[in-house]
């Protein structure tokens, strides 16, 4: 499903129109990502499942191209662990 489906999806379930649905996501999305930026780092939608911040270490990669290795820097990353009502509905 892309973004374009979704919000026709979210106008129709809550009977408004696109452009009020698209704001919708739009601001959930942003205060995710705002919620995600913080040093906490969590967002928990009970049943739907919860997104977190974690910090990736640095390591040593190879290139697989060339075979030669690189080092790849530290960094932060997003992961997704879905919830009890979720998990039981996929």
């Not at 999806?9 to 913080?38: C, E, H, I, P, R």
Request: proline letters at 2%.
């Amino acid at each position: 499903m892309t973004k374009t489906e979704l919000i026709e999806q979210m106008a129709k379930d809550a009977g408004t129109s696109k452009a009020t649905a698209g704001a919708s996501l739009d601001s959930f999305m942003a205060n995710v990502t705002k919620a995600l930026k913080g040093k906490d780092g969590k967002v928990t939608l009970v049943g739907f499942g919860t997104f977190a911040k974690v910090r990736r270490k640095a390591r040593k990669g190879r290139n697989p191209q060339t075979g030669e290795p690189i080092k790849i820097k530290a960094r932060n990353a997003v992961t997704f662990k879905a919830g009890k009502k979720l998990k039981e509905a996929v």
